[in-house]
């Protein structure tokens, strides 16, 4: 899992949240209010639920565009039940909370790098699009 996960208050808008995403060349950020995690937001957000929505992004709230319900696992959720859970949720990113608290961000990147990641990223790719 990333533990230099990019955060914004719920507030920021989604001009600012795009300069983070921009300037820390990551595609996701996590809306949370110090570390307790609100929601999510993907550059695919940004575009399919803001832009093709005809939306204004300097006006438009993190916490508006974010995905808030989330598929979220705990620092000693074992990899393949994290892994089950991205297949059967077609997620690309699962959020750790510990105790409530966000702790981390697990993605295909950091399965890519584990032992088993061929099988995994097989069985991922094989799962239906979130949409």
Request: a negative charge.
């Amino acid at each position: 899992m990333t533990t230099d996960v990019v955060t914004v208050p719920p507030y920021t808008s989604l001009t600012a949240v795009a300069a983070c995403m921009r300037d820390a060349d990551v595609g996701c950020v996590l809306v949370a209010t110090d570390d307790v995690l609100h929601g999510l937001i993907t550059d695919r957000d940004i575009i399919v639920r803001v832009t093709a929505e005809g939306l204004i992004a300097g006006s438009t709230t993190a916490r508006q565009a974010a995905s808030r319900a989330l598929v979220t696992v705990t620092p000693d959720t074992t990899l393949c039940d994290a892994t089950a859970l991205m297949r059967d949720h077609a997620l690309h990113r699962l959020p750790v909370v510990d105790d409530g608290h966000l702790v981390g961000l697990l993605s295909l990147g950091d399965i890519a790098a584990t032992p088993h990641a061929q099988e995994v990223l097989i069985a991922l790719s094989n799962a239906q699009a979130n949409h």
